[in-house]
């Protein structure tokens, strides 16, 4: 086996998953974000393919491999080929045509369904790939938890009613629950955007782990939980409160929350001296970039005490995107620190919590100048509502309106999509109905990262001197450890064929050269739950058993080992 | 089962693997050389592919997983990055990095191998990987056989002397014997041409079919068996005669060899009226196209009566690749029609039968003028010899010398390689001897076109009706067809299902809306050796089983239909 476990921390590795991976001699860095499968990792994603595989089938579905290579037409058809921005990776071919590879195939299922199926009676439809995914990402990191190139299985379903769409909804989210309960990966479904896919229900399911990317809230009280993108706001009832009118306020050099309210307090506006950020509206300008459009200026206006949060902004936006407006020399009429929702010549959205009612300590569009009581609705009409502002743990849910949220980080494990019909609309894709009448089909998309499956595993599953598989996921079902004295290592091969014959797949330690002490660091590094060490009582007739996980060791005659680990 | 079968001849097919595997719902094309692979095509794959894998493993490969998309630095220190030309797919990143999807992975693997490997004691090793491969073919063609994306099983062998390459190069060469065996495809191995990959010897694996790429020759009397391209022409022995001296004719209007010809035998030239065009010496004008380098003229001599077959020639030069010159007024010194190897000042390559003390009637190197008693070694020197001239049917055997080649058409299906040590060269890989000096392993690498061996099986096994795959590579081992009444569809599910509990694998035709015709149509396009009707008979306890291959139908017992089946 080529196997060479890594004493030192590897420099390049920032998560206990990765470090572990590539010490252990699982993986290797081949590119930015791409990595090498080394034999032991390869038997890891193996095996984690084949449970995929097989709960896909068990709920009927299809495999089919799509190529990765695909031409642009399809994708402008779509409009993903813009809509995916930088993410996308762009090729020419030798005759300068358009090419990309394949960040996920929702057309080329729509378009191969418009070829393969022609009647009600095709339907229902599940067909899905494990493929190899391509994304430029930014940032790639932490090894396998966002790469460049990474294995993926995606599914797409396929029904005449949306009642068929939810029912392979659902089925699909059963089959992905069973899936991670047999990779050992505690997991949480979270309500979800769907970003640049499009569509509309969509949940994703998250591994708890510090390292994660993602966060994502609970409930104390109901069983709400969301990705922080999604997470919805609770609009506050109105209190039913007259405010007085709209007053402008000379408040110099008060650019910044901090230097507002502590102005507000010390001359007492309004006759208040309880202000805080909270009851100041504060209002960001941002640069909307549209996919094939032109960039568009807007307005975000979020109670003063809470940031836009940019992820959740891009969530809202998608497949638009924002980065901070920062050229305020071209915009005199944004003036800098000081602007106010009324009468600004540029869209304007609000937080929900800028309820219809609610008054607001805001810019009066003059440098140096404030407002009180500018009260949305009467003072200033937002364009509309925008998800944007931080989650807070111990926000209100809006769910249940009495338990507070949560919020932990997670590792996305799976995304699951009732996209409907963006993709058969895009195609025009038609079939004959049971009545004689054309119907189009509506369609779900459902993908699990399954390299990304093998680093949550290892984040979910190590202690400090290693990995600790699950046992339906390790490379092996037995490390057999030839301890290196008087025939040891002959015996521990014979010993590894003998076990073989018994069905069990094993990995043997049959180097000379290490000394007895490296090689069960080795093993606990490798993260195989049993090991067997073939050492001092050999002689004797025995060989000692080892638990990775509880630390049990006990002696076992050779003659029962087989027997011993097969049951 | 997502199946269509298609009636027509599907028109973008033109050769027989192609149009079945299209017609018989195994695959659809979704871009440019690149295939989708539909349910029952999946099947048929992962099969031969578990073929290919378990033979590598049986001769010690050890399975790993290269990304396919790499950066360009280590492609340039092998010079690949360069010398792959056009076929290469280039990409950049959004930073602005050049990547390619690489074609093959010597430089990783010599790559890992330095990063993973320290001692003797690590060596041999063979590893591999199936992967999906990109070549960015000039003109993909024939389905399957020529893709731009494809999927191929690499390994590499690493040894530390010759003896150990020479002995990985041939434990390949009979697992890949067994493969093909069990694959059902007769094949011939040829000595080949090592391109661009480098190294020393080499060997193609081609499949005897018509619709083939490669042209091969065998002998009559010995094993000689060569692609064309690599075919050695033997050096005529010298007869000893003394030729007089050169001398110059007034041939007007003689561009051509058959007006030369011609010319001579009516002015009877030096007393001859026999003259052919074998006595001549064509001298034919090329651009050779080097990579990262600037272009050369050459010009290449062959008896007159052959043609320059560019394929050879550029297997000849390879990595750089020659287009016919044609700008002959920026040359005024290259007399079209009239060019002689005497005294020309761009470099000049013979045909081996252009060898010294043969006299050849040539171009005098002036318009209207040729030059009888040209002697190689006398009156030229050429600067090296070249095989470039085209391989005829008759021509003598280069290794026997007694019988004479055939030729055939082939797919190559695989090329194995002894590289040697030019990619451990170009990195540099070194590991400490059993003596305690450092030694530089020397590798092999060997390919089988995975896809490509689907194509070619169908294109080995088919009829007019369809295809007929070996039992060891078929979708299914039996078809069941429900005939259509009388609750036949459901019997036949029974069947199906109880077929498969004897561990057969099944696909039952189920389809209510279809006639029996259709079915049977459809089951001899598909190609599964067994088929078993559910039809009239089923009342009585009756079903009819076929064998596709020898068309044998005859009743059984439904209680005996498992066990004929299994047995």
Sequence with gaps: MLLRTLREEPAEAE??????LLRAGYIRRAAPGGYTWLPLGKLVLDRVTQI?????????????AFPALLPREVYDISGRWSEYGDDLFKLKDRRGSDFLLAPTHEELFALLVQDMTSSYRDYPLVLFQVQTKYRDEARPRAGLLRGREFLMKDSYSFDLTDEGLAEAYDRHRVAYQKIFERLGLEHTIVAAM??????????????????GEDTFVGCTKCDYAANTEAVVTPVPSSDGRTHGPLTVHDTPATPTIASLVELANSRALEG?????????????VVTVHHPGKDNELLVIGVPGDREVDLKRLDASLAPATATMFDDFTARP?????????????????????VAPGTAWLTGANEAGRHATSVVAGRDFTPDGTIEAAEVRAGDPCAQCGEGELTIRRGIELAHIFQLGRKYTDAFKVDVL???GKPVRPTMGSYGIGVSRAVAAIAE?????????WPDAVAPADVHVIGAGKDGQIEAALHLATDLETHGLRVLVDDRPQLSAGVKFTDSELIGIRR?????????????????????????????????????
């Design 272 to 284: 208040r001296t309880d202000w805080t950020a909270a009851d100041t509206l504060k209002n960001v």
């Design 433 to 435: 109905g049971a009545n």
């Design 460 to 468: 979910q599953h190590h202690d400090e001197r290693g990995i600790l």
């Design 194 to 211: 769907s970003g640049a896919m499009g569509g509309s229900a969509s949940e994703e399911f998250l591994a708890a782990a510090e390292v």
């Design 15 to 20: 998560v206990p998953s990765h470090r572990l």
């Design 333 to 353: 009429d944004l003036v800098r620190g000081y602007i106010g929702p009324q009468s600004l010549a540029v869209r304007y959205l609000a937080d929900p919590r």
């Design 52 to 64: 995929v595989r097989e709960e896909m089938a068990a709920i009927g579905g299809q495999e089919v």
């Design 531 to 567: 090991i067997v060490v073939v050492g001092r009582r050999f002689a004797e007739g025995w060989v000692e058993v080892r638990d990775r996980r509880t630390g049990e060791r006990r002696d076992v005659p050779l003659t029962e080992v087989a027997q011993t680990l097969a049951g």
